[in-house]
């Protein structure tokens, strides 16, 4: 890995981080104070904080211990998941949920509005807009995020949003039983507000195909594409009309924020390449979703 993708990746990581900790305090500012519930892991994880302390009368204090406990569920996933994710993603994600955890530990858990449906709208636009940065850096946090991402590679027609639903309505029934019904209420309209404030930083998976049409013959960019995208590369050899040259054309499917890194590579090898990119095409078959 050279120089200009080391300090390009240093950027996006530190950004991850930064993202962990508008998503700590949309959590511990507005949801957690109004006594409402988050969706996927994390709200399972502050369901089980909820019976440790009520049921178990476990006094922790103004230190919220569901970071720890959702810390906690995502090592087994990462565990599962190392081998399935790419290794970028797999660190800044790692990153991202560390930073999580440690956020929502020290972000003490106060009241800035009384009004819970305000808490729900302002606390799920900035979650909302730390995790869809995130997701733009190529990283997640984590949770059913990776989840997603491991079911897709098992089921091509999964999708990180048909496991999100799943979770969510698992714990959306468990919760009307333990909790009042306006509870249940108030933190599906933050999993609306949070999801859609997500999408509108972070549209996944937009196909894109890219066509580059080069003169270097170049086996070594050819297997770094395989190697950083995951990607498969259709290749064939071609005549320039103007110089009769031979070049070579090379097309690839990918998601939109794979792109840049598609760039860098297809530069690192040949400054003087053309790359024609088309978003939003239609693809069906042995396609890879990714976030």
Known sequence: MNREIVIQEGKKTLACIVCAFLYAAGVNLFMVPAGLYTGGIMGISQVIRTVLTEFFHLNFQNFDIAGVIYYAINVPIFVAAFARIGRK?????????????????????RMIVEDAMASCVVGGIIAGIGMGIALR???????????GVILIRWKKDFSVGKANLIVNVVLY???????????VVYSIIYAAVYSVAMDKVHT???NVEANIITKTNSVAMEKEIFQELGRGLTKWTTLGAYTYEQSHILYITLSKYEVSRLKTIIRKHDPNAFIVINEGVSV????????
């Open 89 to 109: 993603f797999f660190i800044k994600t790692l990153v991202t949920v560390t930073a999580m955890t440690i956020f929502l530990s020290v972000i003490p858990i």
């Open 137 to 147: 850096m190529g990283a997640s946090g984590g949770g059913m995020d990776v989840v």
């Open 173 to 183: 029934v468990i919760c009307v039983f333990m909790f009042d019904v306006e509870i």
């Open 204 to 206: 996944q998976n937009i």
């Open 284 to 291: 069906d078959g042995n396609y890879l979703k990714k976030l």
